[in-house]
């Protein structure tokens, strides 16, 4: 089991950033899971934001949706079993609930993530 909790959520003004902290706890494996986030806007099915892929060592693999590309930087920290989003030029088409996610397969649909947060409110206003 993965337990995972999201903070750093909150409102912004259009152009102004946050960084999203997902914290994990329960695996000694952390580093083997692919950690994603996705985010659900009111209305919209949930969508792929981000993904974090280590290979071992200092090879990781970092993708990101062509909606957030440039803008939103995913990292992690294996020691401290912690995923971050760091969210800059936020635009308000960015107002959504973001949630962590961690898997086993390397991919962008969520159905193939077991783990997921609760989730943090990102509202960011024009």
């Known amino acids: 089991q993965v337990k995972l909790v999201e903070s750093g959520g909150g409102l912004v003004q259009a152009g102004g950033s946050l960084r999203l902290t997902c914290a994990a706890s329960g695996r000694a494996s952390f580093s083997s899971y692919t950690m994603a986030w996705f985010r659900q806007a009111p209305g919209k099915e949930r969508e792929f934001v981000a993904r974090?892929?280590?290979?071992?060592?200092?090879?990781?693999?970092?993708y990101y949706a062509d909606s957030v590309k440039g803008r939103f930087t995913i990292s992690r920290d294996n020691g401290r079993n912690t995923v971050y989003l760091q969210m800059n030029s936020l635009k308000p088409e960015d107002t959504a609930v973001y949630y962590c996610?961690?898997?086993?397969?390397?991919?962008?649909?969520?159905?193939?993530?077991?783990?997921w947060g609760q989730g943090t409110q990102v509202t960011v206003s024009s």
């Open positions: 974090f892929t280590w290979s071992g060592g200092s090879t990781y693999y970092r």
């Open positions: 996610a961690a898997g086993t397969v390397v991919t962008t649909d969520s159905r193939n993530f077991a783990y």
